[in-house]
T-cell receptor, first 113, second 114 residues
Framework: GEDVEQSLFLSVREGDSSVINCTYT??????LYWYKQEPGAGLQLLTY?????DMKQDQRLTVLLNKKDKHLSLRIADTQTGDSAIYFC?????????????FGKGTMLLVSP | ETGVTQTPRHLVMGMTNKKSLKCEQH?????MYWYKQSAKKPLELMFV???????ENNSVPSRFSPECPNSSHLFLHLHTLQPEDSALYLC?????????????FGSGTRLTVV
């Protein structure tokens, strides 16, 4: 079955880079996603990467994908206190005319001043 | 404004009550989802509706009953819940044929069963 795993907690200082790691199991996943959840809110899509890419950069965010090892990472450059949140990795599983996302447990990122 | 609105934001109900959660989207999406978020557990997919038809039901107890009257609205009817059903219930929508856009989530309903 599908299983997405992430480390549960990461603490960094403001201005440092943060790297959040994720492993997934379904090699047929077409897209992989990073979502952010702030307290009291739903999940916000941060970025996604197509499975035939190995890197995607979007402003302060860099996503690296190692398809052979089924490893995905999210790097946040110049981390700010406003980046403190829970970050979820997710893989897409396609059904018949729809897709579902399987999420990890989330990594809580704490940014200290 | 996320485009997906869930009401109520908070709900406290007794185990013998009947209540409903509502989700509304005006993004033109044609697939809608219910997820359950419990502490220290991955998000659990409960139900999937695609083109207003239920296409997935992940072994959810019958005390949870979904309803999708049209492509913009999704309900989750609750009755005789248990304390372990206390969680954040998240609704999401997507354009089913466009996988790379992912989901748009609502802010969730925080449910407490007493």
């Amino acid at each position: 079955g599908e299983d997405v795993e992430q480390s549960l907690f990461l603490s960094v200082r403001e201005g440092d880079s943060s790297v959040i790691n994720c492993t997934y199991t379904d090699s047929s996943s077409t897209y992989l996603y990073w979502y952010k959840q702030e307290p009291g809110a739903g999940l916000q899509l941060l970025t996604y990467i197509f499975s035939n890419m190995d890197m995607k950069q979007d402003q302060r965010l860099t996503v690296l994908l190692n398809k052979k090892d089924k490893h995905l990472s999210l790097r946040i450059a110049d981390t700010q206190t406003g980046d403190s949140a829970i970050y979820f990795c997710a893989e897409s599983i396609s059904g018949s005319g729809y897709s579902t996302l399987t999420f990890g447990k989330g990594t809580m990122l704490l940014v200290s001043p | 404004e996320t485009g997906v609105t869930q009401t109520p934001r908070h709900l406290v109900m007794g185990m013998t009550n009947k209540k409903s959660l509502k989700c509304e989207q005006h993004l033109g999406h044609n697939a809608m989802y219910w997820y359950k978020q419990s502490a220290k557990k991955p998000l659990e997919l409960m139900f999937v509706y695609s083109l207003e038809e239920r296409v997935e039901n992940n072994s959810v107890p019958s005390r949870f009953s979904p309803e999708c009257p049209n492509s913009s609205h999704l309900f989750l009817h609750l009755h005789t819940l248990q304390p372990e059903d206390s969680a954040l219930y998240l609704c999401a929508s997507s354009q089913a044929s466009v996988v790379n856009y992912g989901y748009t989530f609502g802010s969730g309903t925080r449910l407490t069963v007493v």
